[in-house]
């Protein structure tokens, strides 16, 4: 198997995923003694281009103009554009991937991957599809840092075409950049299970910001509602692009809590302290199961993690 | 003006609230050189008064039964209990208050204290309406703590029978206990507001536990379940009584919020890309607006606060 300390990276959008996957290399990767590997990184703007190079996080940039120069030399690209400008970037720079090459994702949707790669993709490139479970309100190469993925998810979503040497490679990468768990699955249940602790979580919180009367509310405030809307410091053409690629799945979760606020409601309006009593016990009992991602034991990275 | 240093403090109830309560006083107030006050606690198990008797916390416990002989003694009562029954004990209790004492109460719902409060007053004895806005997922005393105020809000409703001398110190005490920010209301606005900050949160979160399918949809998670169902490690018992005291205000908040998750749902459902992003741009912009009670500044305490 290659070593990664000696490989080319090439970042495609260096914003707080592509600049953080950036950082997380450099400082856990490549920052051994005898390392030869690179980092490259190519983006739309360049002043986060000009930072990441200054800062010694990125060896080489390239505008989107020159990316055809960058690509035929990196063996893992991390392509970490929006959900259909992921594929339209693959379809287009079809040609310019080095031979050999893994290619990944970072997306939010699946189930149109699913549908496009197979006209997209090249025999002897290979593409694999992932979901690094991580994010931030704040956007931007500035907002990025190497800690992030420290005790998070990575999805990963093997397709029958995929090598397996190339699988296992992608894995230890993972595991090197700091993420705590690697979650195989398929498609269709990412983007069912996504659908839910993702994007319902964010039209949750972006509907309680919006049924707030009174933007002084806070005032009242213990923290709850802070807690519920961090995340609706959101996106908007990101996160209309996430919730409509994935409106069947969405909806129906949408509607399945939508059924349960109703319940609630009715206890409340009978008075049905019981009945109201048992349920919150119950939501206490399968809370306290689901524990927390972030209690999860982290792996040992040996030294090099910090 | 009473000295804070001075004063015999009594604790009902030493949980999580009381606890905390008791150790930012200890901390902050009779920490000090030539502090002659006290903390008394009453509680009805006993271990937790062991407990904070041997860590210094307090100097005196009383068990249920007792609380007769110890309420004489206190200039300043914090009734830590659930709303009703701290209704139900101050009434017991009447006669109990030392004269000129400061009684005030943290409960979630102030509705039921202004319709039963006058029936149940003594001229002498100056019962000050509160709700400090800090909680925690885990119960208890062992739960409790002096850093628990910083950074938060307390809401003060001050009634026309209050002295301004007990409300002045009322205020120098909160102040110093380490809160950020007093916010006066009355008692029917509390509660409107109130049961949309944390209540509707509460419901929220709770419906959102009880709609995943399965326990282990975490392992797909990338934080955001997580942070808007922590604050379901819900209290059953307590939440039950808050809902169903503050019935019609919050069924309002909950169907206002109903209204705003359908129309997300009807947008995503349109695939309407347009408005969807709209909305969306509105909820970042009125979301940044509305800041974070964790980043009002913190008022400066003097060297007393750590």
């Known amino acids: 198997m290659k070593r990664l300390t000696d490989l080319t990276y090439g970042i495609i ?7 953080s996957l950036a950082k997380a290399i450099r400082l856990n990767i490549l920052s051994r003694t ?14 986060c281009l000009v930072q990441a190079e200054n800062e010694g996080v990125v060896d080489k940039t390239f505008t989107t103009d020159q990316v055809s120069q960058m690509l035929p030399e990196c063996d893992v690209v ?13 379809e287009v720079n079809k040609n310019n991937f080095k031979s050999g090459a893994i290619v990944t994702d970072i997306s939010g949707v ?15 490139v290979d593409f694999i599809i992932g979901h690094p479970m991580a994010g931030g309100e704040k956007e931007g190469y500035a907002n990025s840092k190497a800690e992030f993925f420290i005790g998070r998810n990575y999805i990963l979503i093997p397709q029958n075409y995929n090598k ?10 993972i595991n090197e950049m700091g993420f705590t768990r690697i979650t195989i699955t398929d498609c269709d249940t990412h983007d069912y299970k996504i659908g839910f602790t993702s994007q319902l979580c964010h039209v949750i919180a972006s509907a309680l910001v919006e049924s707030a009367g009174d933007e002084q509310i806070t005032a009242f405030g213990g923290g ?10 959101i996106n908007a ?27 609630f409601k009715n206890l409340i309006q009978n008075e049905d302290s019981k009945g109201l009593n048992e349920l919150l016990e119950d939501v206490r009992q399968k809370r306290i199961r689901m524990g927390s991602v972030k209690t999860v034991e982290k792996k040992n990275n040996g030294d090099l993690s910090r």
């Open 13 to 19: 959008g260096l914003g707080i995923m592509g600049g």
């Open 34 to 47: 005898n390392s030869t590997g690179r980092i490259f990184a190519c983006n739309r703007s360049t002043a």
């Open 78 to 90: 991390f392509v970490c554009l929006y959900p259909h400008a992921t594929l339209d970037f693959l």
């Open 110 to 124: 699946k189930g149109i991957f699913e549908k496009r790669l197979p006209e997209i993709l090249r025999p002897d």
């Open 164 to 173: 397996e040497d190339d699988l296992n490679l992608m894995k230890l990468l």
């Open 224 to 233: 709850s509602f802070e807690d519920l809307t961090r995340i609706a410091m």
């Open 237 to 263: 053409p990101l996160w209309t692009e996430l919730f409509i690629s994935n409106k069947e799945k969405l909806t129906y979760h949408i509607e399945e809590f939508a059924k349960r606020i109703d319940q």
